[in-house]
Structure formats: C-alpha cells, structure tokens
Nanobody, 128 residues
Framework: QVQLVESGGGLVQAGGSLRLSCAASGRTLRTYPMAWFRQAPGKEREFAAA????????YYADSVKGRFTISRDNAKNSVYLQMNSLKPEDTAVYYC?????????????????????WGQGTQVTVSS
C-alpha cells in the first residue's frame, strides 16, 4: 500500500509562485507514474500535470502549460509541482496521485480513473 501526503499549499497573490510536494511512504514510487489533479469549488476534479516513472515524459493541461512544472526525485520518493504566474482560477485543492502501471499514452496519464493511490489534498488559494 502507498500513502501519499501533499504539502506546500497556501494563500498567494496573483502572479506569485508556490511549490507543492508529495511524499510517499509504504512503497517506493520509483516505478510509478505520478500526477497532480485539482478540484476547484463547485467543479469536478481535473487533470493538471503528470510525469512518467523515469521523469523523461511530462504532460500538462493546456490551462497550466508554460506556468507549472512537474518533477520527481525517486531517491526521495517524492514528486513536486512548481507553480508560477498563478491566477485566481488556479484556486483549488491539489491532489497527488500514483498509478501502478506505466504507459506511453497521454490519455492514460490524464484520466483520474487510471490512478490507484491518492493523497488527501492541499489547498491552494490565489487572491486577485
């Protein structure tokens, strides 16, 4: 079993930056593709960014492309989301997720049903 714990959320002004972290315990994430999803108030959870197990491939939602960067450190069993140029519409609870199987398909990374483990989420609030 894998436990994921997110941290780094908070309140930031528009244009600012935050770095989210997701630490795993219970099992190494070294072979697990990872992703960040987010859920804004009153909306469904949506894909934000994903990274392959090796870190060689990354995927982003159009809404965050060019502003967010996903990375991982397999030695630390962690994945990160650097968020720059934040906008009020980025306000959401951000969830870290892990899937057990690798894939070369973008759709496999963006589909939340493909993920087996989830963190409890961390709140990000961007003020205008």
């Amino acid at each position: 079993q894998v436990q994921l714990v997110e941290s780094g959320g908070g309140l930031v002004q528009a244009g600012g930056s935050l770095r989210l972290s997701c630490a795993a315990s219970g099992r190494t994430l070294r072979t697990y593709p990872m992703a960040w999803f987010r859920q804004a108030p009153g909306k469904e959870r949506e894909f934000a960014a994903a990274i392959s197990w090796s870190g060689a491939s990354t995927y982003y939602a159009d809404s965050v492309k060019g502003r967010f960067t996903i990375s991982r450190d397999n030695a630390k069993n962690s994945v990160y989301l650097q968020m720059n140029s934040l906008k009020p519409e980025d306000t959401a609870v951000y969830y870290c997720a892990a899937r057990q199987t690798a894939s070369t398909s973008r759709s496999a990374y963006t589909d939340e049903s493909q993920y087996h483990y989830w963190g409890q989420g961390t709140q990000v609030t961007v003020s205008s």
